[in-house]
T-cell receptor, first 115, second 110 residues
Framework: GAVVSQHPSRVICKSGTSVKIECRSLDFQATTMFWYRQFPKQSLMLMATSNEGSKATYEQGVEKDKFLINHASLTLSTLTVTSAHPEDSSFYIC???????????FGPGTRLTVT | GEDVEQSLFLSVREGDSSVINCTYTDSSSTYLYWYKQEPGAGLQLLTYIFSNMDMKQDQRLTVLLNKKDKHLSLRIADTQTGDSAIYFCARGGGYNKLIFGAGTRLAVHP
């Protein structure tokens, strides 16, 4: 089956630093990748849609300069949280959508803690 | 109210059936989905239903869709402790986006 990996699975960083999270589709090419944020005991909030080779489309209220998304290849998208603050602490999940079909495949998530 | 709504908690006895309900307001979605999330993990697609279907059965899972009432349900037969997780209902939001409900936490007890 289709596998999506995220790296790292868990990261702790200091306030003011930047953190990069990688999302990879391991056995298929993903024309579109999505980044979600999940607060404890809450649903997934879509942050942005990333299409390979083009700029990401951000959802309303998501700061594009703070959450930098790069989708440089059909198997890799990265999310960089810049100048992280404690309120950015959350569980970040990516999903990948192949060119064919109507399913999205989710990564295992990255837990970010900003101290 | 929210676009996709679910009750937040369900507790069932092992071996019983579980029914998780979901309502939505936008009926334009072509597909509706059920995902399962175990603690600290990503989402696993359980099943999905095409919007012109009323029912879909897949082993222990039965999905019922009432388009008129904009109501979706997931029935898990013979619920086991391994079924304890959070179950998310989602609808397709255009451009392959997914709009999720808040999730229903299913607790299975002996």
């Amino acid at each position: 089956g289709a596998v999506v990996s995220q790296h790292p699975s868990r990261v702790i960083c200091k306030s003011g630093t930047s953190v990069k999270i990688e999302c990879r589709s391991l056995d298929f090419q993903a024309t579109t990748m999505f980044w979600y944020r999940q607060f404890p005991k809450q649903s997934l909030m879509l942050m942005a849609t990333s299409n390979e080779g083009s700029k990401a489309t951000y959802e309303q209220g998501v700061e594009k300069d703070k959450f930098l998304i790069n989708h440089a290849s059909l198997t890799l998208s990265t999310l960089t949280v810049t100048s992280a603050h404690p309120e950015d602490s959350s569980f970040y999940i990516c999903s990948a959508h192949p060119a064919q079909g109507n399913e999205q495949y989710f990564g295992p998530g990255t837990r970010l803690t900003v101290t | 109210g929210e676009d996709v709504e679910q009750s937040l908690f369900l507790s069932v006895r092992e071996g019983d059936s579980s029914v998780i309900n979901c309502t939505y307001t936008d009926s334009s979605s072509t597909y509706l989905y059920w995902y399962k999330q175990e603690p600290g993990a990503g989402l696993q697609l359980l099943t999905y239903i095409f919007s012109n279907m009323d029912m879909k059965q897949d082993q222990r899972l039965t999905v019922l869709l009432n388009k008129k009432d904009k109501h979706l349900s997931l029935r898990i037969a013979d619920t086991q402790t391994g079924d304890s997780a959070i179950y998310f209902c989602a609808r397709g939001g255009g451009y392959n986006k997914l709009i999720f409900g808040a999730g229903t936490r299913l607790a299975v007890h002996p």
